[in-house]
């Protein structure tokens, strides 16, 4: 059973940083893309920032110079370091993992329960 863990949400004033992690656990084979997506209240889900394991990485035009994603495959570990946070990103952060489980030959996709991050003063 492979699953999905977020730590390191709160609160923030303006300004301010957080470091969000995301543990994968379970019989895994390989980790094609490691994500992180955002819902506001009373919003659609939306991508933060993805790299890829060839190591393409996009970011959102709003996080851009902002936050940095990274990824360790060896460690089954992502991280999404956020600085100068703003009131808008303000939301809960869900680490989304595209993975090949032991034994299989197909990728799927997980989601992690979600960490909410609030910035305000």
């Known amino acids: 059973q492979v699953q999905l863990v977020e730590s390191g949400g709160g609160l923030v004033q303006p300004g301010g940083s957080l470091k969000l992690s995301c543990v994968v656990s379970g019989s895994i084979n390989y980790i094609h893309i490691w994500g992180w997506y955002r819902q506001a209240p009373e919003k659609q889900r939306e991508l933060v920032a993805d790299?890829?394991?060839?190591?393409?990485?996009k970011y959102d035009d709003s996080v851009k110079g902002r936050f940095t994603v990274s990824g360790d495959n060896a460690k089954n570990t992502a991280d999404l370091q956020m600085d100068s946070l703003k009131p808008e990103d303000t939301a809960v952060y869900y680490c989304y993992a595209r993975v090949r489980p032991m034994y299989s030959s197909i990728f799927y996709d997980f989601w992690g329960q979600g960490t909410p991050v609030t910035v305000s003063s």
């Open positions: 790299i890829v394991s060839s190591g393409s990485i």
